[in-house]
């Protein structure tokens, strides 16, 4: 192509949009412009709308989407910012709406208040995040003229005072701010100030003390500090820190208004109305009567029921919003009813006016105040007018929600339509917007589409139905029919170009198929299925043929491909749609060509183009619009090729439109832009912002069938733009015009022939009640699906599943019939099963035929089975790490473990002490300790000598004192060896431990010190401890020494009690659990309870060991004749031990059977020797069972002996834990102390710090304030200056004046000097009626301007010839009017500098106010210093210790203990026993002898005393008048007399005395060292000199050697050498250069002289005044 052809394309593809109207309801507050109009935002739109003539105009914001939005009602000018990075203000005129200025400040994301000054030319703005600025700006002059940021400061409200503009307020839920804008001559200050809100029960809080102290203290505890240093915080949280008893609820405002006194009311959640003193900030709470009036005007808005009896409080506890009327207070909020409140003193009444029954928003006054506007929650605005008949008229009715679709009626070129989230049908005109009819569906709406070959709209809701609507008549659409397609929602609807076909989508992947032909009742002819949910539906009308091609795009997961299925449609399906679809509705998918394709990139949107060659793609994870070709019929390919990509220049994801003739391809994305390409290109040749992506961008778009207009619809903003082409290139419109020419005429036949079906058919009605029976703000949107009814896809369902139980009646027969029989052999089986042997018979489920349900139940047991295993071996593995950390911690971790002993014989138990080993740190800290404390000792020790040995250089002794000294050191140190130590506080010394290295509890003085002590007692704790455990140890080993003896002698106790059969209990001891803990640690056999569950591993280990019992048992059955026979022979044993006498029995002889008579002397014998031996035995064994007795005794008195004696030594052990926990308990008490101090003295270093920080904050900020004072003082002189320059010019005018005309008679000047002096009354306003509460409000400039255009005006009159003075020529008349006018000029120039200066003065008052103030703040922090200095010296040198005292010595009445005792002494008890003895008896002399003289000397001593004291006054007195007389005040003791901490000052002086003499005395020993260097430097370099000096005498002499050589040689030459001779000229140059100058030296000296005798001279001449 070449380049004349390219730039021809290029022209006739360049156009360019326009917007044609914009429909849109109000998100933010309206405002009026004027008395008509007013003004609000939609999406990247301004809205003006006339509410007289309900006219609208549009302003559009290029930038984006529009933010906050202002309007100044005198000007006539409205601002509004926009929402971008960095925005800025926009100022425009109206009606013109031009722009005016445009206002670029500091926000970087958006400005969330405008607010305009109503007399002035001022303008505010808040930018929220991140800055927090507030701005004030001069928007004629594009200046900011002052800005302040507030971080965290986030405000929901700006307003200016309408009678002050100096005055701002700033409000939200948390706070009230009024800022002050204060002026010093061309320069604006931000000075805001907070209002301290009441609590919500009405009550105020006092002033939190915060940084200051109230100066208490404890005389126990020390100072009491303020919670910010005891908490440790410093800097600016310390200064805003509360403490939480101090924290209350405060009220939340929701609302505020200034009224006509300069006063602001504000109302809060709960129900409280405050009102606040713009000046002095004071809060009055206004209280309710009990009066009250309802007026509720009859009008469709306002229910018929009256309103109960409600308490005023009640009624104002919602409250969002409010304004003033000269009538009262108007407020409204989330119950939606107008009221009104008269305010009378600190009292009001509430009158009710009308309810909305909606939540309202906004109140709005218009500029005359005859009529009150109220704006919704939902957008909706009603007009309230106040008249004798009040009504309320609706002028934006939102509350059908935002707008779901949009579409064109049929041929597209005079009506639109859209439809709400709700269900409010729209009709609106192309040409101008206007709105021709509505109609109210009340359901949620989805998407909506009108079809083509028809008047008719298809309307799909989220419950499912398919609505059909009649736009025959656009003025009264009606709904005709509906259906309820199935259970979800429907997505999609599309028709095709031809209007055939309607293709549905839902949200579950079905496609429905329906005629889109109202003659044929909208039939459905089937529907299919889709793998996926559905993004798009197009389709295609293939020209000359009856095909139509639909593209359907399913979504994609994450990075997978798109999926594409198309199918074919045919004329024919209508025809006979039975045979393309089964009995369930379910379309053959072989009939219909159905293919489907895949895309690499997953795509958002997708079409076909018009030549059924090309899909159009947009890429939803890179930027691009792609072309994909399609493969040939009978291809195997599935997926797409590319064949062409261009960058979308989109944001974010994006759809895809063709217009009707396929030329056009439209792109839009979340940025909110439209772009319109060539369909071959893909390059845009038109491009608009319509939305923005603040508001999520554009949701869909609609081509008209002309292609002249286009109907954007917003996502979330809620405008709908119809955009018309403002220029448009000769083929772009040829294009369409031929398209919309040729397919015309076939949609009007269409459309003529499918009208008269449409019009005979009946209206539906979707719910029973009418819709405008109730006000359709407060319509319950919801689904009119009736209980009981099915949809279309569930009764298709029915029907096939009738047919098919129809159809298989008689096989259903049969196998009922065989499942009965094998039922009844299943029940015999398991009869024979029950009659078999146990051994023979099946289980239960050996009879169950569903083996699937058997193996369902059996896999559900084991996951159960598993889950509880699972859940067991966690639990059991959390309770095994559980005890692992508390082993660890409490037992492994321990040195010396925590156990106890108990005495055998009382309940006696003595603990040890469980301790850790120390750990390094605390090892190396201890050694470093004890080594700084040798360190101490020994340089004590040396200082001690050093000092001694100086004492005994200067002074000697006597050896006779020295010798009584010794002997006094000697008595002292046996007294304080037999006196405790009391000053110790602890009675650690007695066991043993080393207290040497301690501190003296008197010495204890810095933060260093404190530490080490505290170190050193836990050193001397783990000591204590460690000699009682050993201790402890050594009667724990005796103890079980003492078990093992006891037992052992139980065990030959048992067998003597055994032998002797006595049947007495053995005392037995033992070790308790708490004796030996480590027992608890082990579990036992026995202790479980429950029987133990052994693994596979465990189980054959176990059959391993009872095999091998089992065999050992077996060997020891064997026959052993060795055992036997000792058993037989010899009972078992050996040899015949002691122990068994008592067992052995002496056998009978056998003659004893026998009688005594036939006894035979033998046989008596033998029985002689029986008895004997039985006797013999007997005795043996009373002898033995005595001695086994005895044996028994002693031995169990051995026991009670050596268990009590062990007894002993456990009650001496525990006497000593007793005194090893008091002194344990001592020291802790001393390292508890230690602790509180270094507290104490950490918090007094944190106050200490905080003070000074924030003195430096305030020296800061003095600097600056004086600055500041400084500053206006500066230029308050200048313009004081230049009002005295201006007035010194006035006055030189009206000297002047008489001088101009010097050459006129005298009498003519008086007349015209009169006429100059003339000034024309001023003229008085005419008091009419003001609407406005407010009055007439007019800035000071204005009034200026005002006055002096009419002055001006009036001297017009006056310059008339007509008074002009007779015989006056004219020339000089007019002279005279131009220098009266002059004058007039200039004494307005002196008027305005007065007021310019009489504003600076109040500044400069203002500012010193706060200088002085900040000055004042200062004094109070040094004062707070001076005391918290006392304090924390006192501190450092009033030391608590610890003392050790005697039981019984104190003595206290009622337990009253003395806590301050910094008057008190230490004195031992005999003094002052002995003391009181002698007070006693001496006081009884006294008073003996007192009585026996009273009587006698009463008088003489009374006129004495008198006397004495009378001469004793006489003397005060005059010695005091004589130390008046002579009292010299100097300043010193003036300042002694003024200052009330004085002793603080001095020491405070003292101090920093002390300080600098330190400083000068290490400047002073650095200086003396500098010189001690400086000197050994000398040093070396004087040596160096003295070599360097003796090597050059040497080289010298050498060179005096050479010079003599060579003046001889030149003397016998006779000629000078050149150089001498110009050295010798130099040197004459300079001799006569000195000779000169002392001669003018002394010349100068001479005239000096004579000058000061000429001056004497001089003054004899003068008179002399002497002073008389």
């Known amino acids: 192509?070449?380049?004349?052809?390219?730039?021809?394309?290029?022209?006739?593809?360049?156009?360019?949009?326009?917007?044609?109207?914009?429909?849109?309801?109000?998100?933010?507050?309206?405002?009026?412009?004027?008395?008509?109009?007013?003004?609000?935002?939609?999406?990247?739109?301004?809205?003006?709308?006339?509410?007289?003539?309900?006219?609208?105009?549009?302003?559009?914001?290029?930038?984006?989407?529009?933010?906050?939005?202002?309007?100044?009602?005198?000007?006539?000018?409205?601002?509004?910012?926009?929402?971008?990075?960095?925005?800025?203000?926009?100022?425009?005129?109206?009606?013109?709406?031009?722009?005016?200025?445009?206002?670029?400040?500091?926000?970087?994301?958006?400005?969330?208040?405008?607010?305009?000054?109503?007399?002035?030319?001022?303008?505010?703005?808040?930018?929220?995040?991140?800055?927090?600025?507030?701005?004030?700006?001069?928007?004629?002059?594009?200046?900011?003229?002052?800005?302040?940021?507030?971080?965290?400061?986030?405000?929901?409200?700006?307003?200016?005072?309408?009678?002050?503009?100096?005055?701002?307020?700033?409000?939200?839920?948390?706070?009230?701010?009024?800022?002050?804008?204060?002026?010093?001559?061309?320069?604006?200050?931000?000075?805001?100030?907070?209002?301290?809100?009441?609590?919500?029960?009405?009550?105020?809080?006092?002033?939190?003390?915060?940084?200051?102290?109230?100066?208490?203290?404890?005389?126990?505890?020390?100072?009491?500090?303020?919670?910010?240093?005891?908490?440790?915080?410093?800097?600016?949280?310390?200064?805003?820190?509360?403490?939480?008893?101090?924290?209350?609820?405060?009220?939340?405002?929701?609302?505020?208004?200034?009224?006509?006194?300069?006063?602001?009311?504000?109302?809060?959640?709960?129900?409280?109305?405050?009102?606040?003193?713009?000046?002095?900030?004071?809060?009055?709470?206004?209280?309710?009567?009990?009066?009250?009036?309802?007026?509720?005007?009859?009008?469709?808005?306002?229910?018929?029921?009256?309103?109960?009896?409600?308490?005023?409080?009640?009624?104002?506890?919602?409250?969002?919003?409010?304004?003033?009327?000269?009538?009262?207070?108007?407020?409204?909020?989330?119950?939606?009813?107008?009221?009104?409140?008269?305010?009378?003193?600190?009292?009001?009444?509430?009158?009710?006016?009308?309810?909305?029954?909606?939540?309202?928003?906004?109140?709005?006054?218009?500029?005359?105040?005859?009529?009150?506007?109220?704006?919704?929650?939902?957008?909706?605005?009603?007009?309230?007018?106040?008249?004798?008949?009040?009504?309320?008229?609706?002028?934006?009715?939102?509350?059908?929600?935002?707008?779901?679709?949009?579409?064109?009626?049929?041929?597209?070129?005079?009506?639109?339509?859209?439809?709400?989230?709700?269900?409010?049908?729209?009709?609106?005109?192309?040409?101008?917007?206007?709105?021709?009819?509505?109609?109210?569906?009340?359901?949620?709406?989805?998407?909506?589409?009108?079809?083509?070959?028809?008047?008719?709209?298809?309307?799909?809701?989220?419950?499912?139905?398919?609505?059909?609507?009649?736009?025959?008549?656009?003025?009264?659409?009606?709904?005709?029919?509906?259906?309820?397609?199935?259970?979800?929602?429907?997505?999609?609807?599309?028709?095709d170009q031809h209007g055939t076909f309607l293709i549905i989508g839902t949200s579950d992947g079905l496609i429905f198929l329906l005629s889109s032909k109202p003659s044929e009742i909208f039939r459905i002819i089937g529907f299919t299925e889709v793998h996926g949910n559905i993004l798009q539906i197009s389709t295609v009308c293939v020209w000359g043929t009856n095909t139509i091609l639909v593209t359907v795009l399913e979504a994609s997961s994450e990075n997978e491909r798109s999926k594409l299925e198309m199918f074919t449609l045919t004329d024919e399906i209508l025809a006979d749609a039975a045979q393309y679809a089964d009995e369930r509705g379910r379309l053959k998918n072989e009939l219909f060509a159905r293919t489907l394709y895949e895309i690499d990139l997953p795509l958002s949107s997708a079409i076909l183009d018009y030549e059924c060659e090309k899909i159009y793609g947009f890429c939803s994870h890179v930027p691009y619009i792609c072309t994909y070709g399609i493969p040939k019929q009978g291809s195997e390919d599935i997926v797409l090729k590319l064949q062409n990509k261009m960058p979308s220049k989109h944001y974010g994801t994006g759809m895809l439109y063709l217009s009707y003739h396929g030329q056009w391809l439209a792109s839009t994305g979340k940025d909110g832009i439209l772009s319109i390409r060539d369909r071959n290109s893909l390059e845009p040749f038109a491009r608009t912002r319509s939305h923005s992506y603040q508001g999520k961008g554009i949701q869909s778009i609609i081509f008209s069938l002309d292609g002249q207009s286009i109907l954007v619809n917003g996502k979330e903003d809620g405008a709908l733009v119809c955009l018309k082409w403002k220029s448009l290139g000769g083929l772009l419109i040829q294009h369409a015009t031929e398209y919309f020419q040729v397919f015309a005429p076939y949609l009007n036949n269409n459309i003529f022939e499918q009208n008269i079906p449409l019009y005979y058919m009946e209206d539906v009605q979707l719910c029973p009640t009418y819709c405008k029976k109730k006000p359709f703000s407060q319509v319950d949107y919801e689904d009119s699906v009736r209980e009981g009814q099915i949809s279309w896809l569930q009764m298709k369902n029915q029907e096939a599943t009738k047919r098919e139980i129809k159809e298989f009646s008689e096989k259903k027969r049969e196998l009922k019939e065989g499942i009965k029989s094998l039922t009844g052999t299943i029940q015999a089986m398991m009869k024979e099963n029950e009659l078999a042997p146990e051994m023979a018979q099946l289980d239960q489920q050996e009879f169950s035929l569903d083996v699937e349900e058997i193996q369902r139940l059996n896999d559900e047991g084991e996951e159960e089975l598993e889950r509880i295993k699972k859940e067991a071996e966690m639990e059991n593995l959390a309770k095994k790490y559980l005890c692992h950390i508390l082993k660890e911690e409490c037992w492994n971790s321990m040195h010396v473990k925590g156990r106890s002993l108990k005495s055998f014989h009382c309940p006696l138990e003595v603990n040890n002490f469980p301790m850790k080993e120390r750990a390094p740190e605390e090892l190396q800290e201890l050694e470093t300790v004890l080594q700084q404390r040798k360190t101490e000792a020994t340089e004590y020790k040396l200082r001690k000598e050093i000092v001694e040995v100086q004492s005994t250089g200067i002074t000697k002794k006597d050896t006779e004192e020295e010798e009584e000294e010794e002997e006094e050191e000697e008595e002292k140190e046996k007294k304080e060896s037999n006196f405790p130590n009391y000053f110790l506080g602890s009675l650690s010394s007695e066991f043993g431990t080393d207290i040497s290295m301690l501190y003296s509890q008197l010495e204890l003085h810095t933060r260093e010190e404190k530490v080490n002590q505290i170190v050193l007692l836990k050193d001397i704790i783990y000591k204590i401890k460690t000699e009682f455990n050993k201790d402890f140890d050594l009667v724990y080993r005796q103890k079980e020494l003492e078990i093992t003896r006891v037992n052992e002698r139980n065990t030959h106790i048992q067998g003597i009690i055994t032998e002797l059969d006595l049947g007495e209990e053995i005392w037995q001891p033992v070790f308790e659990d708490c004796e030996k803990p480590e027992r608890n640690l082990v579990v036992e056999d026995h202790e479980i309870k429950v029987e133990r569950i052994l693994t596979p591993w465990e189980k054959e280990q176990a059959a391993l060991a009872e095999a091998l019992e089992r065999e050992r048992r077996l060997l020891s059955q064997r026959d052993d004749a060795r055992r036997r026979a000792l058993m037989d022979m010899m009972g078992g044993v050996l040899e015949v031990k002691k122990e068994d006498i008592l067992r052995m029995v002496i056998p009978q002889p056998p003659c004893m059977a026998k009688a005594d008579a036939i006894w035979t002397e033998e046989e008596k014998k033998i029985i002689k020797e029986y008895e004997k031996k039985v006797k013999d035995l007997n005795e043996e064994r009373e002898k033995y069972k005595k001695s086994l007795d005895a044996e028994l005794r002693k031995l169990q008195n051995s026991i009670q002996e050596t268990t009590q004696t062990f007894d002993g030594h456990l009650n001496r052990l525990f006497k000593t834990k007793v005194k090893c926990d008091m002194v344990i308990n001592q020291e802790e008490l001393k390292i508890a102390s230690l602790t509180f101090s270094l507290l104490l003295d950490e918090e007094l270093l944190t106050r200490e710090y905080e003070l000074n920080n924030f003195l430096e904050r305030k020296q800061k900020e003095k600097k600056f304030t004086t600055d500041e004072v400084y500053k206006a003082r500066k230029e308050l002189e200048t313009c004081r200056e230049k009002y005295d320059s201006f007035l010194t010019e006035d006055k030189a005018l009206e000297r002047g004046f008489k001088k101009e005309f010097a050459e006129l008679h005298g009498h003519l000047i008086d007349i015209l000097y009169k006429q100059y002096k003339r000034r024309p009354r001023p003229m008085k306003p005419k008091q009419a009626e003001v609407a406005s509460p407010y009055g007439e409000r007019i800035g000071s400039d204005q009034i200026h301007q005002e006055n002096v255009t009419q002055l001006m005006k009036a001297m017009e009159e006056l310059d008339d010839p007509m008074y002009m003075p007779e015989g006056l020529e004219p020339h000089i008349w007019t002279h005279v009017c131009t220098l009266r006018r002059t004058k007039m000029e200039s004494e307005q120039k002196v008027k305005l500098k007065a007021l310019a200066m009489l504003e600076m003065q109040t500044f400069l008052r203002k500012r010193t106010e706060e200088d002085e103030k900040v000055q004042m703040d200062i004094e109070k922090v040094f004062q707070e210093i001076f005391m918290l200095q006392d304090e924390k010296m006192n501190f450092q040198l009033d030391l608590t210790i610890q003392l050790l005292l005697t039981q019984g010595q104190v003595e206290v009445e009622n337990f009253q203990f003395l806590l301050d005792f910094k008057d008190s002494i230490l004195i031992n008890r005999v003094i002052i026993e002995d003391i009181n003895g002698i007070i006693r008896s001496q006081g009884q002399k006294k008073v003996t002898s007192m009585i026996e003289s009273k009587n006698i000397h009463k008088g003489i001593f009374q006129i004495e005393w008198e006397h004495k004291k009378m001469e004793m006054e006489m003397e005060d007195l005059n010695q005091k008048a004589w130390d008046i007389q002579m009292l010299f005040l100097s300043r010193?003791?003036?300042?002694?007399?003024?200052?009330?901490?004085?002793?603080?000052?001095?020491?405070?002086?003292?101090?920093?005395?002390?300080?600098?003499?330190?400083?000068?005395?290490?400047?002073?020993?650095?200086?003396?060292?500098?010189?001690?260097?400086?000197?050994?430097?000398?040093?070396?370099?004087?040596?160096?000199?003295?070599?360097?000096?003796?090597?050059?005498?040497?080289?010298?002499?050498?060179?005096?050697?050479?010079?003599?050589?060579?003046?001889?040689?030149?003397?016998?030459?006779?000629?000078?050498?050149?150089?001498?001779?110009?050295?010798?000229?130099?040197?004459?140059?300079?001799?006569?250069?000195?000779?000169?100058?002392?001669?003018?030296?002394?010349?100068?000296?001479?005239?000096?002289?004579?000058?000061?005798?000429?001056e004497r001279l001089r003054m004899k001449t003068f008179p002399a005044l002497v002073h008389m």
């Not at 405060?250 to 409280?272: D, F, K, M, Q, R």
């Not at 029921?305 to 104002?316: A, M, Q, R, W, Y």
Request: one cysteine or more.
């Open 1 to 495: 192509m070449s380049g004349k052809d390219k730039e021809a394309s290029d022209k006739t593809l360049s156009a360019t949009l326009s917007v044609r109207w914009v429909q849109g309801f109000p998100v933010k507050n309206i405002a009026f412009i004027n008395n008509t109009t007013i003004c609000y935002a939609c999406g990247n739109f301004l809205i003006f709308m006339n509410i007289e003539k309900e006219r609208k105009t549009v302003l559009q914001c290029m930038k984006g989407k529009v933010g906050a939005v202002a309007t100044n009602i005198r000007y006539e000018v409205v601002a509004f910012s926009d929402r971008k990075l960095k925005p800025s203000i926009y100022i425009y005129n109206f009606p013109a709406l031009t722009k005016r200025a445009k206002l670029k400040g500091n926000a970087q994301l958006d400005y969330t208040l405008l607010e305009f000054s109503y007399c002035g030319i001022y303008l505010a703005s808040y930018s929220e995040i991140p800055e927090h600025e507030v701005t004030l700006w001069n928007w004629e002059t594009n200046v900011i003229l002052c800005r302040r940021s507030q971080p965290g400061m986030e405000v929901s409200q700006m307003t200016f005072n309408p009678k002050n503009w100096h005055q701002l307020c700033l409000s939200n839920k948390t706070f009230v701010t009024i800022w002050n804008i204060e002026k010093c001559n061309k320069d604006h200050y931000f000075k805001p100030k907070s209002v301290n809100l009441p609590t919500e029960d009405g009550t105020f809080i006092k002033e939190f003390a915060g940084l200051f102290s109230e100066g208490l203290k404890d005389p126990f505890y020390g100072p009491i500090l303020p919670l910010a240093a005891v908490a440790g915080l410093v800097g600016i949280e310390a200064e805003n820190f509360r403490p939480k008893g101090h924290f209350r609820p405060l009220l939340h405002p929701t609302a505020h208004c200034w009224n006509s006194t300069n006063e602001l009311y504000v109302c809060c959640e709960e129900g409280h109305i405050l009102l606040i003193n713009g000046e002095s900030l004071l809060v009055t709470i206004l209280s309710p009567t009990e009066v009250f009036e309802e007026v509720l005007p009859p009008c469709r808005m306002v229910c018929e029921e009256t309103l109960g009896e409600e308490e005023s409080l009640s009624k104002t506890n919602r409250i969002s919003t409010m304004a003033i009327h000269k009538e009262g207070l108007f407020v409204s909020g989330n119950e939606g009813i107008l009221r009104s409140i008269a305010i009378k003193e600190t009292s009001y009444t509430v009158k009710d006016h009308i309810n909305l029954q909606a939540s309202v928003k906004n109140i709005l006054f218009s500029p005359d105040y005859t009529r009150i506007l109220l704006q919704t929650e939902n957008g909706s605005v009603f007009c309230y007018t106040l008249e004798d008949k009040a009504k309320i008229e609706t002028i934006l009715d939102a509350s059908g929600g935002t707008i779901q679709a949009i579409d064109f009626v049929t041929l597209g070129n005079q009506y639109c339509m859209s439809i709400t989230i709700l269900g409010e049908f729209y009709i609106w005109s192309i040409e101008d917007g206007s709105p021709v009819s509505r109609l109210c569906l009340k359901t949620e709406v989805s998407d909506m589409a009108c079809c083509p070959s028809s008047l008719s709209v298809a309307v799909g809701t989220t419950a499912g139905y398919m609505l059909f609507l009649d736009i025959s008549d656009v003025k009264s659409p009606r709904l005709i029919h509906k259906i309820l397609l199935t259970t979800s929602s429907i997505q999609h609807i599309h028709y």
């Open 1532 to 1654: 010193a003791r003036q300042k002694f007399l003024n200052e009330p901490n004085y002793d603080i000052l001095i020491g405070y002086q003292i101090a920093m005395m002390e300080q600098n003499i330190a400083i000068i005395d290490k400047a002073h020993k650095r200086e003396v060292e500098a010189f001690k260097k400086l000197l050994k430097q000398l040093g070396k370099f004087i040596t160096q000199r003295d070599l360097a000096n003796y090597t050059l005498s040497c080289e010298l002499k050498e060179e005096l050697v050479t010079v003599s050589e060579r003046r001889q040689i030149c003397k016998s030459l006779g000629s000078k050498l050149t150089c001498e001779k110009i050295a010798r000229e130099r040197y004459d140059t300079v001799l006569q250069q000195r000779k000169l100058t002392d001669i003018s030296r002394s010349q100068a000296e001479q005239i000096a002289i004579l000058q000061a005798e000429v």
